[in-house]
């Protein structure tokens, strides 16, 4: 079992930037592929980014390209998301997850942390 909290999110002006954290208390987190998503009030949870095991595989989100970037310390149980050049449609809560299949994780995930809300004022 794999319990992940979020950290860094907050009050940030169009333009900004914010570097998000997941720290994770399991033991076998290198097994797991990890990923950033977020959700707007009357919206789908929608990934973000994911990052392979050992974070050879990274995969975006079209709207966040150039603009995020994924990464990921096996040695410390955490994995990152800096965000740059945020704008009001990057508002939302953020959350970070982690399951077995890289694959399945772009469309779901079996562990989820409790979120961080990222407000981007305009």
């Known amino acids: 079992q794999v319990q992940l909290v979020e950290s860094g999110g907050g009050l940030v002006q169009a333009g900004g930037s914010l570097r998000l954290s997941c720290a994770a208390s399991?033991?076998?987190?290198?097994?797991?592929?990890m990923g950033w998503f977020r959700q707007v009030p009357g919206k789908e949870r929608e990934f973000v980014a994911l990052?392979?095991?050992?974070?050879?595989?990274?995969t975006y989100v079209d709207s966040v390209k150039g603009r995020f970037t994924i990464s990921r310390d096996n040695a410390k149980n955490t994995v990152y998301l800096q965000m740059n050049s945020l704008n009001a449609e990057d508002t939302a809560v953020y959350y970070c997850?982690?399951?077995?299949?890289?694959?399945?994780?772009?469309?779901?995930?079996?562990?989820w942390g409790q979120g961080t809300q990222v407000t981007v004022s305009s």
């Open positions: 997850a982690a399951d077995f299949n890289y694959s399945d994780l772009r469309s779901r995930a079996e562990y």
């Open positions: 399991g033991r076998t987190f290198d097994s797991y592929a």
């Open positions: 990052i392979g095991r050992s974070g050879g595989r990274i």
